[in-house]
């Protein structure tokens, strides 16, 4: 008689998320190694609550719908377990709930602290010698997990935020007097999000004149001198900003005026970089023109453009994980490796949770060019392929059809 | 021997008011009315300098992807022409342009404003016994024009803040406690794209809880009371408020707080009215889970999630204009008729520019509900068949690919 698994996922969200439950559905359907799968709502927080569904059991209609819906569908939470050598209650009352309902395999997808959930319960079920493997799924638009080519999410954010900097380049240019644009993206500690905004170009010629990483140190006078220089030169300039830079301080540049709080992990909240370098150039006397696009939300839940590879990538990392689950993969994460670029085609790895979780990803420094302004060519080919193909949506009334299970 | 023909675009740009050019290039190849369809750069600001080329001998590629191409891809002005009876001379000036060109027929695409230069050119023309007509071709994402059904450009704007609703009501939904969010849409005087969200829907039903429209003055405390009710039963509230809401006083509610500044026709420039309601929410103690997301330039430029109606109809209007250009319809606009809304069809009327030019077309007040903070059926029975239909866009690289004549 044949056990049964449970998917579940943290943090937060990607427009490709559910893409990863439904590939682990329908690999199960194919491989039938488990008799049932449940999802779990809200993550560890959820099942701690038994808050548990048999998502096997839904329609194929459903499914398919799920693939293409932006956001955890299964509801999401930001739920640290504490060490169990501190306390090991929680890790009790999970196992339990596992053996309630016969389940043999735990994947749950999620980033950086994620992993980390993983990596604690699968070191706790080693050493209490118990039949319940941990499996980690990737998902994060920051892109800053170590190890892994890629995550699943990024792909689509990226070419979500490429898209509209094309855009938005063509509205801040219908004027003869044009100003100044500021693309604001998210990117607390990394800068892969608003480096993919190397790949708007027009007529073959990139849009963005600057690129700002949390990976350089922002020196203000350095970059209000290059504002100026390229305003005076072509009366127009199209910046991209994460929101994460720092000064040589390490203080943050949105917290020179931003309100400030923190998640219940203790990272800040970010957000008004842009703003706030809109105000420096502003002060500096360069032009009154200048215009700030904080794209918050919408890069991570832009599923209405995201990437087929990407949505195709996550749905491979499910199938993946749940395919090999009966190896000896317990703490483990389903990577994605680079096979080749061009043609581009990737496969899927197991590498240590534990090696993933808290370690963070930066923008190679040999990726940003020589003025510490942009990217070179080598991120371009790294991010292309990754934003690759329309996908075939599922649409109601002219607008996307979406299904998800925690409402 | 046929003379020539030019147009040229003003004002704010939408995704499709390039389509609209390429509908009046496409016309004079099948009617052949004119010798050459002449376009200007910068609207009339660059006609009066001779930015002026030949449109009609562009390749056939280029001008479909033209159609494709979001933002005045001809560049824009916002330039009004004074009064000819206190001065002439800019309208002499462009009269001998025109004879130089031996341009008989004048297209200009716009909204209130250019509508109003459509009207004062050929008023001056006929006063002068001149052989040149000018004709009006709508657009506006704002859909305020009075007479025509709607503008041109105002449907791919509600697709796109229809869509990004749904994408963001998913997720402001993936944690247990959830929080409040405010999409801010643009929407000076009138509530036509903030009202359009009321075609987001989840298994049936509208995602969003409270639309607040300019039309109707809007109540502190009202609203802190709808807003409270509604968090404390669904832990969640998801807000639509379009930048131009007004206090008793007839106060923007952004001018509240917002840095003020005003555009070359007096009219004030707005945006913040989200982070207004954010604060008044957070002071009033009922959550700190708060968070706004101002659609700006995205929702006049995102051609990528445009829709196909509306091109086909930004497409007719400028075919039309110069298909009945020969008639007696200086001094007009191109309007939408709507002849019949299911299945929808519409067609071309000529009306006077006048009568369209510094009037504003409000929300009806019985499409708005009886607790004024949300829509009728009516209305979204008046906004659902404008949004219909995925575009055949033309991509490069999974990008969309674009093509514009001001860079």
Chains 1, 2 share one sequence.
């Not at 500021?182 to 990139?206: F, H, Y």
Request: aromatic share 10%.
């Amino acid at each position: 008689m044949m056990s049964n698994c449970i998917i579940a996922q943290s943090g937060g969200p990607t427009s490709v998320i559910n893409s990863s439950v439904a590939g682990l559905v329908a690999s199960n359907l194919k491989y039938k190694i488990y008799d049932k799968v449940y999802a779990g709502l809200n993550g560890v927080e959820g099942i701690l609550n038994e808050k548990i569904f048999d998502i096997s059991a839904c329609k194929e209609d459903d499914l398919n719908t799920f693939k293409f819906t932006p956001s955890s569908g299964l509801g999401s939470c930001r739920y640290k377990l504490k060490d169990f050598k501190e306390d090991e209650s929680e890790y009790k009352k999970l196992i339990e709930i596992c053996k309630k309902y016969d389940i043999t395999s735990f994947f749950y997808i999620g980033g950086n602290d994620s992993m980390d959930t993983v990596a604690k319960l699968s070191a706790y079920a080693e050493k209490n010698s118990l039949a319940i493997k941990f499996i980690g799924i990737p998902k994060t638009i920051d892109n800053d997990l170590p190890i892994t080519d890629h995550t699943p999410g990024f792909g689509s954010a990226a070419k979500f935020i490429s898209t509209v900097a094309l855009e938005t380049y063509l509205d801040a240019s219908v004027y003869k007097n044009n100003g100044i644009f500021i693309l604001e993206t998210m990117g607390r500690d990394t800068g892969w999000l608003a480096a993919s905004a190397c790949l708007a170009k027009l007529n073959g010629q990139p849009v963005v004149d600057f690129i700002y990483l949390p990976e350089i140190e922002f020196d203000t006078d350095k970059f209000l001198k290059e504002i100026k220089e390229r305003f005076n030169k072509n009366n127009q300039v199209y910046i991209v900003v994460s929101e994460g830079i720092k000064n040589s301080s390490g203080r943050f540049i949105s917290e020179l005026t931003a309100y400030q709080s923190h998640d219940s992990f203790g990272h800040s909240q970010l957000g008004g970089v842009g703003t706030v370098l809109k105000n420096l150039i502003i002060e500096e006397g360069i032009t009154k023109r200048v215009k700030c696009l904080e794209l918050g939300v919408l890069q991570r839940s832009a599923m209405h453009c995201a990437s087929q590879l990407d949505i195709d990538e996550a749905f491979k990392v499910g199938y993946d994980a749940l395919k090999h689950s009966l190896d000896n993969y317990s703490g483990c994460m389903v990577a994605i490796k680079r096979d080749s670029n061009n043609p581009y085609s990737s496969s899927s790895i197991f590498v240590k949770a534990k090696d993933v979780a808290n370690h963070v990803k930066y923008v190679p420094k040999n990726w940003i060019n020589s003025q510490c302004n942009g990217v070179t060519t080598e991120m371009e080919e790294y991010i292309a392929p990754l934003i690759e193909g329309i996908p075939n949506m599922v649409y109601e009334n002219s607008l996307p059809k979406f299904k998800v299970f925690n409402k």
